[in-house]
């Protein structure tokens, strides 16, 4: 998956929980304008991040990519 399209996961959850920005950031302890950053495709989130996003979302990882694990590329900004 790239990184637009895994923005869009992210964004996806955070709009289906009722969830601003500000409050996942707050609640994941992600800077603002990184998550702002990951929702719009422009960087990928390292993986603790991540991690903390999801539970912020109460969901897990693998829910932005598909059901499958991280994939390499992601967290290297490939793709």
Excluded: K, W
Excluded at 7 to 35: C, K, M, N, W
Excluded at 43 to 54: S, Y
Aim: glycine share 12%; net charge negative; proline share 3%.
């Amino acid at each position: 998956m790239d990184l637009e399209s895994v923005g869009e996961q992210i964004a996806g959850h955070r709009a289906s929980r009722g969830l601003s920005l500000e409050e996942v950031a707050a609640i994941a302890g992600v800077d603002v304008e990184r998550l702002c950053s990951a929702e719009m495709g422009e960087l990928a989130l390292d993986e603790t991040e991540l991690a903390n996003v999801a539970s912020a979302l109460q969901t897990d990882v693998p829910a932005f990519f598909g059901g499958r694990q991280t994939p390499l590329s992601y967290l290297f900004g490939v793709g």
